[in-house]
């Protein structure tokens, strides 16, 4: 029934609208369709959004916390207290109320680092005994294994057109910051190994020790709610952009949106009446009344999370082949 009266409804507008998706000249090149998906988010946000303090371990300094929520100075450098960003703030809830978490740089500071690098031994290095001299890598302190691994990364990527990972290596190698493991290492010590075997790959090892301006962050706890009602209002607005019923739609937009929430649903231009209506009610109009190739990718609602009949739900509106 669905399939049939949607496409009834669709074949009742097409003869007024051209077959482009852009309202201009027709594309008989441009076959896609619009497939939306949903998928349920619960009830509440806080479930996902709020780390009750007395139930897990939240995984930041916790120390940083106590401080910030008592009014007290607490920095970090290079690291922040808390693992936050400008569009997804953190929150945490302790005996009864909730707080936005933040890390505010407040000042630099000048530091001198090790920096581990590893590099491929070829033939004139290597000669008859290749390896011979090399410590293996599950024999090193942890911090080393770990350093290890980093800079193999960068070494392997050295000549690969595919290029480094980006966000694990840094500065061609690892950065040794954690004290405790600079105090343990025996590739930083001065009659340390010059090479380390790794994954079957013999490297020449080379430390440097080298400055790095690094941020000081402030930890920030800031009350913003007393109950789980004002928390839940915080995140949705935050969150959350059409708020719907069934009563809010007719019966073509509401099997509409019970197909995407079994499984997605798609169709291709020009749309139904009831798809029509579904992309209006989720703010999506510049799939409707904008040049959809150029306006499409841009959300009005400024979100891609709706509530429905009590629930909700992301969704994910996107081109795909038909």
């Known amino acids: 029934m669905l399939v049939g009266g949607l496409a009834a409804a669709a074949g009742a507008v097409a003869g007024c609208l051209d077959g482009s998706v852009t309202g201009g000249p027709a594309d008989d090149g441009d076959d896609r369709v619009l497939a939306l998906a949903l998928h349920d988010a619960g009830e509440t946000l806080r479930d996902g959004a709020v780390r009750d303090l007395a139930e897990t371990d939240p995984g930041w300094d916790e120390a940083a916390f106590a401080a910030a929520r008592d009014g007290e100075e607490y920095t970090t450098q290079y690291r922040k207290p808390f693992p936050s ?64 691994e980093s800079a193999h990364r960068s070494a392997r990527a050295r000549g690969n057109s595919g290029g480094v990972p980006v966000g694990l290596v840094e500065r061609g190698g690892y950065v040794y910051r954690d004290a405790d493991a600079i105090d343990a290492s025996e590739l930083l010590a001065a009659e340390g190994p010059d090479r380390v075997a790794y994954r079957d790959t013999v490297y020449r090892v080379e430390v440097a020790r080298e400055r790095f301006y690094e941020p000081v962050f402030r930890a920030v706890a800031e009350p913003v709610a007393e109950s789980p009602e004002r928390m839940e209002a915080i995140l949705r607005a935050h969150t959350v952009g059409a708020r719907l019923t069934a009563d809010d739609l007719s019966a073509d937009a509401r099997e509409v949106i019970e197909a995407a ?24 109009r510049p799939y409707l009344d904008g040049n959809v190739r150029k306006d ?8 891609e999370r709706v509530r429905y009949e009590g629930r909700y739900y992301d969704y994910r509106l996107r081109f795909e082949p038909a």
Do not use: M, Q
């Open 261 to 284: 929430r079994r499984g997605g649903y798609e169709e291709s231009h020009p749309y139904s009446d009831g798809y029509a209506e579904l992309l209006r009610a989720f703010h999506e």
């Open 296 to 303: 499409a990718g841009w959300s009005e609602s400024g979100s």
């Open 85 to 148: 960003a400008a569009d997804d703030p953190t929150y945490a809830v302790r005996e009864g109320t909730y707080y936005r978490l933040d890390s505010v740089i407040v000042d630099e500071a000048e530091a001198t680092r090790p920096v581990l690098r590893l590099f491929d031994v070829d033939g004139s290095e290597s000669g008859d005994g290749e390896g011979a001299d090399a410590v293996e890598n599950e024999a090193l302190p942890e911090g080393d294994r770990k350093a290890v």
